[in-house]
């Protein structure tokens, strides 16, 4: 089956930890993205990227870091200098360019708990 | 830049009633437009989209929804609601031009009471 796989589904770290959440497509998507979501804050973009080796801050970049190494994987990093990393982070991918092949597909979700 | 409101934080209906999920947005170039749909502890699922075209998009579930460029509204309806229903709904807007960045609203959590 074709699709958006995140990994794990719960996740728990200790204050001042770095984690790393895992994002793999199978969609031959060119273009990624990492979003946060709190209640009542909808989703935020954290950053995307739209090719492999490439990728942009989005709106709340601050405390995070990602790679995208192969067209597939597209991992975010919480660091320790993220204030408030407790939240639902979810991700998705698209095929970019007009038309209907632009629509965001997304992933699970991955709920991080900082303790 | 784009923004969107979603005006009801919260709708309550009973089951088999009509429902309208209201979502307005701000732009200063023509976009798309996207309603998604979330079930507690899931991603999100695409209910439809606005692209071009006709202004009355039919999505999945029994869902519709209509564009109004001079309202900048894209209203979300059902006739007839079940309780599988039940879940936070997103409206999300993009620019046709440039980077794929979605903008979300706020969302909208549908109750269905039996």
């Known amino acids: 089956d074709g699709g958006i796989t995140q990994s794990p589904k719960y996740l728990f770290r200790k204050e001042g930890q770095n984690v790393t959440l895992s994002c793999e497509q199978n969609?031959?998507?060119?273009?990624m993205y990492w979003y946060r979501q709190d209640p009542g804050q909808g989703l935020r973009l954290i950053y995307y990227?739209?090719?492999?080796?490439?990728?942009q801050k989005g709106d709340i970049a601050e405390g995070y870091s990602v790679s995208r190494e192969k067209k597939e994987s597209f991992p975010l990093t919480v660091t320790s200098a993220q204030k408030n990393p407790t939240a639902f982070y979810l991700c998705a991918s698209s095929f970019p360019g007009q038309g209907t092949s632009d629509t965001q597909y997304f992933g699970p979700g991955t709920r991080l708990t900082v303790l | 830049a784009q923004s969107v409101t979603q005006l009801d934080s919260q709708v309550p209906v009973f089951e088999e009633a009509p429902v309208e999920l209201r979502c307005n947005y701000s732009?200063?170039?023509?976009?798309?437009l996207f309603w998604y749909v979330q079930y507690p502890n899931q991603g999100l699922q695409l209910l439809l989209k606005?692209?071009?075209?006709?202004?009355l998009v039919k999505g999945i579930n029994g869902f519709e929804a209509e564009f109004n460029k001079s309202q900048t509204s894209f209203h979300l309806r059902k006739p007839s609601v079940h309780i599988s229903d039940t879940a936070e709904y997103f409206c999300?807007?993009?620019?046709?031009?440039?980077?794929?960045?979605?903008?979300f609203g706020q969302g909208t959590r549908l109750t269905i009471n039996p």
């Open positions: 969609l031959n998507h060119d273009a």
């Open positions: 999300a807007v993009r620019g046709i031009q440039g980077a794929q960045k979605l903008v």
């Open positions: 606005y692209l071009s075209g006709s202004t």
């Open positions: 990227s739209q090719i492999v080796n490439d990728f």
């Open positions: 732009s200063s170039v023509s976009v798309y």
